[in-house]
C-alpha cells in the first residue's frame, strides 16, 4: 500500500523537495495512517511536515481524548503538533450553516491559519475513495452539474490528498498488519449528517446488491469527469475571452456567445459569474437557464441571481452589474449654481457662464453648451422622477422620459441611475443621450452655459 500512495503522490505532483506541508490529523484511522505515511515519505523526498488537530468542541471528553493521543503520537515521533479549538456550533448560528458545514470551514480555516504561521506550502487531507464515493452522490441528489460529479481532487489549489488512491478497508488493514493505533469518533456510528447516511445506509446497499467494486467504478468515473470538466473549462475560456471587448463593461458579453454549443454556453456563464462577482456556490442551473433565456427575449429584459446582482439584455448581448442596494436608492439630487463645482453619486459636475461669441459648438458626449437665456429657476441634477418630460422638436413637442427611455432602448435596469439635468419636471440634458430642443444655443443666445459630467460611461450605453 505505501508503494501505492507513492506512486499516486508522484503522478500528481504533490510533493517537492522543499516543500512544508500541514497535515490535518484528528486521530482516526485515516488521518493516522497519513501522519505514518508522510512520516516514511520523508525519507524520499525532502519536505518537512507539522501536524494540525483540530478541536470541535462537540464531543467533550471524547474529544479532548483524541487531542490527547494525537499530541502524544506526535511527540513520540518528534514531529510539530499544533492544536486549535472551535466553536462549532456558535459558528453554525452565526453563519446559519448546518454543524457539519461549519465544521468543515472551521478545519481549513485552522489549516490555512497554520500554512500562514508557518510558512507552509501545502495541506494533506486524508480523504479516501469512499470518501469521494459519498461526495459524488451527494452532489449528485443535490442537483450538481458535471464539477460536482468530480468529487473530490488528488490536488485542488494548495491541497493535497495522497490517500485518494485507496479504499476505507485498505487503509485499516494497514493499520492492523503495522500494529498502528488509532482512535474512533463515535459520531461516525450516527446517521447524524447526511455524508454518515450516504455511508451507513447507501453505499452498503450498492455494494451489496448492485456492484461490489461500486467505490472503485465510482473513482475511476471520477477521474474521467475530471478530464472532461478540464476539457469544458478550458474551452469556456477561449469562448468567454472572445466574447468580451475592450471597449465594454467587465460584464459585457457579446451576443456571439449564444451561437456556441449550449453546454459551453453555460460554461461561459458559470466562469463569467465566478469571475466578475465571485459568485458561484448560490448560482444553480436554473439561474443559469435563466440567463441564457435572455437570448430570445427583448432588450432590457433582465434576471436576478444570488449576490445582488442582475444580468440584463442588451441589443448586442448581456451586461452582468451588481444592483443598487436598496437604501441607495432614495432620491438623489443637488442644485447647481453656475461658476460652480458639485458631486452628484461620488461624479464631478462643474458649470460655468461665458458671453456667445459665435464660437463652434463642441460635439462632445459629456460636455454641453445650453441657452443661458431661457433659464430662470434653478438647475437641479438628478435621476428621473414621475412627471418628467422632454422637449424633442423645435415647435416644443414633448415626450415622457419614459417613452424616451424606451425609443432610444435604454435598458431598463440602466433607467434609474442616468443623470438628469432639469428643472422642475423639465429635462434640459439627458445626461450621455440628448439635450432639450428648447435650450439649445442658437444665433440669438447671449449668455451660454456649460455643463461637463465626469464619470459618465458606467450609466450610459455606447456608441
Not at 459568485?279 to 439561474?287: A, I, L, M, Q
Not at 438623489?332 to 463645482?341: M, S, T, V
Not at 457662464?353 to 443661458?372: A, C, D, H, M, V
Request: with cysteine; glycine share 6%.
Amino acid at each position: 500500500m505505501q508503494e501505492k500512495v507513492w506512486k499516486y503522490i508522484q503522478e500528481h505532483h504533490m510533493v517537492k523537495d522543499g516543500d512544508r506541508i500541514i497535515a490535518g490529523v484528528s486521530g482516526g484511522a485515516d488521518s493516522v495512517a497519513l501522519f505514518c505515511l508522510m512520516e516514511k515519505f520523508r525519507e524520499r523526498c525532502l519536505f518537512d511536515f507539522c501536524v494540525v488537530h483540530v478541536n470541535h468542541n462537540l464531543r467533550g471528553q471524547e474529544a479532548l481524548r483524541d487531542a490527547a493521543f494525537v499530541r502524544q503520537m506526535c511527540r513520540d515521533r518528534q514531529v510539530e503538533y499544533f492544536e486549535y479549538s472551535v466553536d462549532v456550533k456558535k459558528t453554525a448560528r452565526e453563519r446559519k450553516l448546518s454543524c457539519e458545514e461549519a465544521g468543515r470551514i472551521l478545519r481549513m480555516e485552522a489549516f490555512q491559519e497554520q500554512m500562514r504561521r508557518w510558512n507552509g506550502t501545502k495541506i494533506a487531507l486524508a480523504h479516501h475513495r469512499n470518501d469521494l464515493a459519498e461526495t459524488m452522490l451527494h452532489h449528485l441528489c443535490r442537483g450538481s452539474g458535471l464539477r460536482g460529479l468530480c468529487g473530490i481532487l488528488p490536488v485542488q489549489g494548495e491541497k493535497i490528498r495522497p490517500l485518494l488512491c485507496l479504499e476505507r478497508e485498505e487503509i485499516e488493514q494497514y493499520l492492523k498488519e503495522q500494529k498502528i493505533a488509532y482512535v474512533t469518533d463515535s459520531t461516525n456510528d450516527t446517521d447524524d449528517y447526511t455524508r454518515n447516511r450516504i455511508r451507513h445506509q447507501v453505499l452498503p446497499v450498492l455494494e451489496a446488491q448492485v456492484n461490489q467494486r461500486t467505490v472503485a467504478h465510482m473513482a475511476e468515473a471520477s477521474d474521467k469527469f475530471q478530464k472532461i470538466e478540464g476539457y469544458l473549462q478550458r474551452q469556456a475560456k477561449k469562448l468567454l475571452e472572445e466574447c468580451r471587448r475592450a471597449d465594454r463593461q467587465p460584464g459585457f458579453l457579446d451576443a456571439r456567445l449564444f451561437e456556441a454549443e449550449p453546454i459551453l454556453q453555460e460554461y461561459v456563464i458559470l466562469l463569467h459569474l465566478e469571475q466578475i462577482c465571485k459568485k458561484r456556490k448560490d448560482v444553480t442551473s436554473v439561474h443559469v437557464g435563466e440567463i441564457l433565456s435572455l437570448a430570445k427575449k427583448p432588450v432590457g429584459k433582465y434576471v436576478q441571481i444570488p449576490g445582488n446582482y442582475c444580468v440584463v439584455r442588451l441589443y448586442d448581448g448581456i451586461l452582468l452589474e451588481k444592483q443598487q442596494k436598496k437604501e441607495a436608492e432614495e432620491k438623489r439630487e443637488i442644485f447647481l449654481k453656475p461658476d460652480a463645482q458639485g458631486h452628484f453619486c461620488e461624479e464631478s459636475v462643474s458649470l460655468r457662464i461665458f458671453p456667445n461669441e459665435g464660437r463652434k459648438i463642441p460635439q462632445k458626449r459629456y460636455t454641453k453648451w445650453l441657452n443661458y437665456d431661457k433659464m430662470s429657476n434653478d438647475l437641479c441634477l438628478r435621476t428621473r422622477q414621475s412627471g418628467d418630460y422632454l422637449v424633442v422638436n423645435p415647435a416644443g413637442g414633448r415626450k415622457k422620459i419614459k417613452d424616451y427611455f424606451i425609443d432610444s432602448k435604454i435598458p431598463r435596469q440602466m433607467r434609474d441611475q442616468i443623470p438628469l439635468l432639469a428643472i422642475g419636471q423639465e429635462i434640459v440634458w439627458v445626461v450621455g443621450y440628448r439635450i432639450s430642443e428648447a435650450y439649445k444655443v442658437t444665433e440669438h443666445t447671449k449668455t451660454i452655459l456649460e455643463i461637463e459630467y465626469k464619470g459618465g460611461y458606467k450609466n450610459v450605453r455606447e456608441n
